[in-house]
């Protein structure tokens, strides 16, 4: 049976699911498809032969219409481009999947949760539940860059601008800043140990933060000690 060839949005609309799936040409696009399953589900297809090996090889491009028309041929033409390099789309879209997990994979982040599982055999939950939050906080500042490029200078911003955040109610830093450098600087350490950064911008400038303020209640008087004293002799 013969199909009328895609040329528009509008034009898939026309084709229905059938008992078996089937593939539908799009028109002016050589080797790009819509395949049309039974399920109702539409996809794009690419359909073409690898530069070196005689096998024809499928690229799924996504399902319509969160694909569009538009959209599709746009892959297509960067395949298109591809192809006419030498280049084969498949091996050329799995090695920018893997670039993109692998610089994933060396964020802030993703270190510091994986420290944070280790965390969940030698703690208790409480101290857990205190350190998850500073990792959170942490991360909402330097959760998505590469941990190697996170030098001594940017971690001083974000501690410097944690404790600006973290006053108390006399308008005096607590201790928060200092913590989250403390935890931070494990971050820094469990990523060193395997490779992935060769310093610790996090333990480099604790010194650089104000100190929380510590409240001593002051001594009594030497006065309050000799009434003390007197009233004692009075009771012998």
Not at 159 to 179: C, H, W, Y
Request: aromatic share 10%; proline share 6%; with cysteine.
């Amino acid at each position: 049976m013969e199909r009328k060839a895609i040329s528009s949005d509008r034009s898939i609309s026309s084709h229905k699911p059938e008992d078996k799936k089937y593939f539908v040409a799009v028109k002016n696009h050589p080797k790009l498809f819509l395949m049309v399953r039974p399920t109702e589900t539409k996809s794009w297809m690419y359909r073409y032969y690898p530069p070196s090996n005689p096998k024809q090889s499928i690229i799924s491009i996504g399902i319509y219409p969160s694909i569009s028309y538009a959209r599709a041929c746009e892959v297509w033409r960067e395949y298109e481009d591809l192809l006419s390099k030498g280049i084969d789309p498949k091996i050329n879209c799995e090695e920018i999947k893997k670039r993109i997990i692998s610089k994933t994979n060396n964020y802030f982040r993703h270190f510091a949760w994986k420290y944070f599982d280790n965390l969940d055999q030698t703690q208790k939950s409480n101290t857990l539940i205190r350190k998850k939050g500073r990792l959170e906080l942490i991360c909402s500042y330097i959760g998505d860059e590469p941990i190697s490029e996170i030098d001594s200078p940017r971690m001083l911003e974000v501690l410097l601008d944690i404790q600006a955040n973290s006053l108390n109610k006399d308008g005096k830093p607590t201790d928060k800043a200092e913590r989250c450098a403390g935890i931070a600087s494990d971050v820094f350490i469990y990523a060193g140990a395997r490779g992935f950064c060769s310093s610790n911008p996090a333990d480099l400038i604790k010194s650089q933060l104000a100190k929380a303020m510590v409240i001593v209640q002051p001594l009594p008087s030497p006065k309050i000690w000799l009434n003390y004293y007197e009233l004692l002799r009075n009771k012998e």
